[in-house]
């Protein structure tokens, strides 16, 4: 059985979310699938009704002003995964997570912005032509992280 400290540790985050909805579903997500924390970049929301476990209050919560300040406070050890559309992105199915990272969304209708793309150390996407609503492909990734951990026990 593998323990905490040898799995390492990840956030999840959103930048420049557009709903409260999926923020507190992708919260709500990232607390079932044991994130260590959760933040925002940007917009900021509130407690929401949709985080039905409270996840708010079970991990930490940051909020970053801008992705510059986000990204200066990175974990120490931890890789920016950033989940975008983009030519130089790898297939998460092919995917190795890094042990100690933080995951950033965009939203739906912009995506990434162009230095958070040019700073992430690894990109994902999914084999879909369209994108996908930001709450479900952090639930992806998340679950992607777990089933690739508990297959390496």
Known sequence: MINNLEQGFFGIGIQN?????????????????????IFTIGNRYAKQACDTHKATGAMPYFHYKNFDDF?????KGAMLV?????EKSVQL?????????VYLLGAEDHGLSKL?????????????????????A????????Q???????
């Open 138 to 145: 952090g639930s992806i990734v998340m679950y992607d992280r």
């Open 71 to 75: 990204f200066n406070n990175l974990p």
């Open 116 to 136: 958070a793309i040019e700073k992430s150390h690894h990109l994902v996407k999914f084999k879909s032509e369209l994108s996908l609503n930001v709450s479900v």
């Open 93 to 101: 199915e092919t995917f190795k997570h890094p042990r100690r990272c």
């Open 147 to 153: 089933a690739k951990i508990n297959f390496n026990l």
């Open 17 to 37: 979310g557009k709903t409260p909805e999926n923020l507190g579903v992708l919260w709500r997500s990232a607390q079932n699938m044991g994130a260590s924390f």
């Open 82 to 86: 950033g989940v975008e559309l983009d």
